[in-house]
């Protein structure tokens, strides 16, 4: 198994600021993803995080808005950018290892609120 | 496109009572089903997956391809198995890449 640790936990955030969200895995795993999961909704795959190279998007998440990084096989930031209410949301990271790409191990989250 | 739908919101039953939280998906190819679930306080972790066919927590799915279905059974229910239940689809297709589709959910309350 892996363990997934994010920070913070929760924040509170005024509109148009920007939040960056770190993930930590305990052990090296080859894929990492990122899901928002908005009140009383289902989880959404933002983008997957590769590692050394740009993110893969999702259809109705940008670059811009969701700048993700990845600078090696165990750590990965999302930033939520230019905030607005809509934002507000729970963000989840998890990561998977080589082969079982659907087994996937889940951060504790991050419960993000704009205000 | 892929789909999977969780019916019920809300499932209620006393301890003891058989259990059957329901997924229907909705895909051309043939995909790998997943439970995942989450108990109050908890990450979300993963339950089972079709195609190891096993019990855990005495839960198990089967994969009806026909009614392209993916129910989630236990016989007899525990106060320890309310949460919310997640059915998941990862389709076996490059043109998806890795993306795992989670359904709405469904939380489990059993009563004493």
């Known amino acids: 198994s892996a363990v997934i640790s994010q920070k913070p936990s929760r924040d509170i955030c005024q509109r148009g600021t920007s939040l960056t969200i770190q993930c930590q895995v305990d052990s090296q795993v080859t894929m990492m993803f990122w899901y928002r999961q908005q009140p009383g909704q289902s989880l959404t795959l933002i983008a997957t995080?590769?590692?050394?190279?740009?993110?893969?998007?999702e259809s109705g998440f940008v670059i811009d808005k969701f700048p993700i990084s990845r600078p090696n096989l165990t750590f990965s930031t999302l930033t939520v950018s230019n905030m607005s209410p809509e934002d507000s949301s729970i963000y989840l990271c998890s990561a998977a290892r080589q082969g079982t790409p659907y087994e996937q191990y889940f951060g504790p989250g991050t419960r993000l609120t704009v205000t | 496109a892929q789909r999977v739908t969780q019916p019920e919101k809300l499932l209620s039953v006393f301890k003891g009572a058989p259990v059957e939280l329901k997924c229907n998906y909705s895909y051309s190819g043939s995909p790998e089903l997943f439970w995942y679930v989450q108990y109050s306080r908890q990450r979300l972790q993963l339950l089972l997956r079709h195609i190891s066919r096993e019990s855990i927590k005495g839960f198990t799915a089967d994969l009806n391809k026909g009614e392209t279905s993916f129910h989630l059974k236990k016989p007899f229910a525990q106060e320890e198995d309310s949460a919310m239940y997640y059915c998941a689809l990862g389709p076996q297709s490059m043109e998806y890449g890795n993306k795992l589709v989670f359904g709405a959910g469904t939380i489990l309350r059993v009563k004493s």
């Open positions: 995080a590769n590692q050394g190279s740009e993110a893969t998007y």
